[in-house]
């Protein structure tokens, strides 16, 4: 009954317009005083799991995101990505999800990729014919890859929260990214022939290494620091510190980065970082709560009373975090997801690691759902178009990544092979 309470609270609140950290927070503070439980628990919980090292890489990826854009990493990517694939029919669409792909190597946040990747895409596939709503759609869908391939600010909250290696959640999204990546570009090159969109003439091969020149160091640097945390040469917290100082170098070799911009970029950090780690910090709280009631123990009794199959439970779990994540920022989906399903990951013959990319992909997926999905309206605001047409046009898109999910759901090597390659399992 209480927990019936608290997430009918939480429901209501968010209907109601509040925003998802008192939503969270509120209601766990009622549950907390209507069973008279000490209030120390919210200080001992949410300190307890803010003061973890590893958790000191999400401001750091932040703001390294914030320097890479405004040291022009963008611009220089996509020019790279233009001249070598823009010759494809609807190249510059593929050029907005390969620059995603790349992007992605160092921000670790579909917020940074949209705002970033998606302000200079849209407006370039505009310029050159394509429709605007389309345009956003691609940014947004392709933004999805960002807290997948590693670095990921989701997979280092989430795996503090589980008390799993990061750096093993690093290695085991590379696939499932990937995979993303190229099932958004078959996606592409379908609606690009049907739609006939335009092409650019095949760059020549002096331009190709002119642009590869001139974006060498913004490529270099997302192998610097996937390799480094990857082989051990530094943890997650280390690799975020090397991308901030990687991007302050990057800044003044091309002379785009003032120190105005490095404390505007500092400003904007400290206030997503608050953001994430306050709405994170309630989380865990709530998280805490689940696993007081035993949730996990009762939910695997009630699926082993049911006869419920493995597949169909992990498509039913998807399908529900799809929805909330339509709803509600990812990062609250995942916080509250994480504690509920990584217990019973082993009954479900799944590895934990298996469980929490999947987990990622499926909360990151909801952000780009129709109706509200958030990164629908992030890509409203930067392309002035509503926030409907732009989801009618994410739907081939969000079927494709559906597609991908349920790989990683089902086959556990598309999550598993390269950490059990690396480790030795």
């Known amino acids: 009954m209480s927990v019936a309470l608290l997430v009918s609270g939480f429901l209501l609140m968010l209907i109601l317009g509040f925003p998802i950290i008192f939503s969270i927070g509120i209601a766990c503070l009622f549950y907390l005083l209507i069973n008279d439980v000490s209030l120390a628990v919210v200080s001992q919980v949410m300190v307890n799991y803010l003061t973890d090292f590893v958790l000191l890489a999400v401001p750091l990826f932040i703001f390294a995101a914030q320097l890479m854009n405004a040291s022009g990493m963008t611009g220089r990517l996509l020019k ?185 970029c500092a400003y904007q950090s400290i206030i997503v970082s608050a953001e994430v780690l306050l709405i994170a910090a309630v989380a865990i709280l709530f998280g805490w709560i689940l696993m007081y009631e035993q949730i996990p123990q009762n939910l695997i009794q009630y699926v082993t009373d049911m006869e419920m199959s493995k597949y169909l439970f992990l498509i039913i779990i998807n399908l529900i975090l799809l929805a909330l994540g339509a709803f509600i920022a990812g990062m609250a989906t995942l916080l509250i997801a994480v504690p509920i399903l990584v217990p019973i990951a082993p009954f479900l013959n799944m590895d934990p690691y298996q469980m929490v990319v999947m987990i990622v992909l499926a909360t990151m997926l909801g952000t780009i759902t129709p109706p509200i999905g958030p990164a629908l309206f992030i890509i409203s605001s930067v392309s002035k178009r509503s926030v409907g047409a732009i989801a009618i046009q994410t739907i081939p898109f969000l079927v494709a990544c559906v597609v991908v999910l349920l790989l990683v759901a089902f086959i556990p090597a598309v999550s598993l092979f390269l950490p059990d390659l690396i480790y030795g399992k």
Do not use: C, W
């Open 80 to 264: 790279f990505a233009r001249n070598l694939i823009g010759h494809i029919r609807g190249g510059l669409a593929h050029v907005n999800v390969l620059t995603s792909m790349i992007f992605a190597g160092v921000s670790g946040s579909a917020v940074a990729d949209t705002s970033s990747v998606g302000t200079v895409m849209i407006k370039a596939m505009k310029d050159e014919g394509y429709e605007t709503d389309y345009a956003a759609a691609v940014s947004a869908s392709s933004s999805v890859v960002g807290p997948i391939i590693p670095p990921s600010i989701p997979m280092v909250v989430a795996g503090a929260m589980a008390g799993l290696s990061v750096t093993q959640l690093f290695i085991g999204g590379i696939v499932p990214g990937i995979l993303l990546g190229l099932a958004m570009m078959v996606v592409v090159a379908i609606i690009a022939k049907k739609r006939d969109h335009p092409k650019f003439e095949r760059a020549s091969y002096k331009t190709i290494m002119q642009s590869f020149t001139n974006s060498i160091l913004d490529l270099v640097l997302p192998a610097i620091v996937i390799g480094g945390i990857v082989f051990g040469l530094f943890t997650p917290t280390e690799g975020a510190a090397v991308a901030v100082l990687a991007a302050m170098v990057l800044g003044v070799i091309h002379k785009d980065l003032t120190l105005r911009k490095v404390r505007e």
